[in-house]
């Protein structure tokens, strides 16, 4: 009797295993992420849904994902805009600089998705090898169409759909209304980078061509070579083209430059010109226009500036 007790607790044990078994091998089965088949810039690349430990180097996207309340666990902390102060703290991982990224701790950080720009082009093969890596730059012959693009991306694979399609008709409705406002006006403006002394022209299609190709606001040059660094210009042209408008976008500010842009523009030749004598030289905000160009707050507030400028 005794010897067929033992013999009963030992298959029904057995039995027990097996069941268990079969129950975690279910429950590893039902737990296995959806993906996202993100196509971007430098490829396609297979993305988990909801991914829990982010690396992003972009600003803009910073700026979204902040803005649509997702977690980021690792920023390149170097050059944050004042306005994404927070993510200096402890509670986020510090992964190097804009063009320096460091490796190692990337690596540490074992992320699920590391997300990066145009400054980050060369590593993309590097940081691929660590985890998938997207990259959702904005492209500014077509600032709108990949802005929009970028922020339906993350929709995706955040499952915030709604919430993206939400804030981007509101941007959208706020594009409309400048560009119809600029496009009646016969004004003419000129967009320079300020940068310790000397100044740069942007044109259409260029880094801050939104002012023109999407708001409306038409250019005084309209040969302006389009490059990421701008056409070098002097103060002499400046007078010549006298726009309107003049749009200053200033470089030290955010990179610790020793001038003042203010200083810099506004002398004896600038002086002349209509911008400077309608009060319409326009210091734009360039922790929105040189770092974070692309966010969801970002682009909000570069097409409210230009908005006020009118």
Request: aromatic fraction near 8%.
């Amino acid at each position: 009797m005794k010897k067929w007790f033992i013999l009963i607790s030992v298959l029904f044990l057995s039995l027990v295993l097996v069941a268990c078994g079969e129950s975690e091998a279910g429950a590893d089965s039902s737990s296995e992420k959806e993906t996202v088949t993100v196509d971007h810039e430098l490829g396609k690349t297979e993305v988990p849904k909801n991914p829990e430990n982010v690396v992003v180097f972009d600003f803009g996207i910073v700026d979204s994902l902040d803005e649509l309340e997702i977690n980021v666990q690792g920023v390149a902390k170097d050059s944050l805009p004042d306005y994404l102060s927070k993510y200096e703290s402890d509670d986020y991982e510090n992964i190097g600089g804009l063009k320096e990224p460091d490796f190692e701790a990337i690596s540490q950080m074992d992320p699920d998705l590391i997300i990066i720009s145009n400054r980050q082009s060369e590593v993309y093969d590097e940081l691929g090898e660590i985890a998938p890596t997207v990259h959702l730059g904005v492209d500014t012959k077509r600032y709108m169409e990949s802005f929009k693009e970028n922020m339906a991306t993350l929709g995706e694979i955040f499952e915030k759909e709604d919430e993206v399609k939400e804030k981007l008709a509101e941007i959208e409705s706020n594009v409309e209304s400048v560009n119809e406002k600029a496009s009646d006006m016969e004004k003419k403006g000129l967009i320079i980078l300020a940068n310790d002394g000397k100044v740069s022209a942007y044109g259409e299609a260029s880094r801050f061509g939104l002012i023109h190709d999407v708001l409306g606001v038409k250019a005084v040059d309209e040969a302006i070579e389009a490059s990421t660094h701008g056409q070098s210009i002097s103060f002499e042209y400046i007078s010549e083209k006298n726009p309107d408008y003049l749009y200053v976008v200033d470089r030290g500010a955010v990179v610790g430059g020793q001038s003042s842009a203010k200083q810099v523009v506004e002398n004896e030749i600038v002086m002349k010109t209509n911008a400077y004598e309608q009060d319409q030289i326009v210091y734009l905000d360039p922790q929105y226009w040189y770092l974070s160009g692309g966010g969801l707050q970002s682009v909000a507030a570069m097409v409210n500036e230009i908005d006020e400028s009118l």
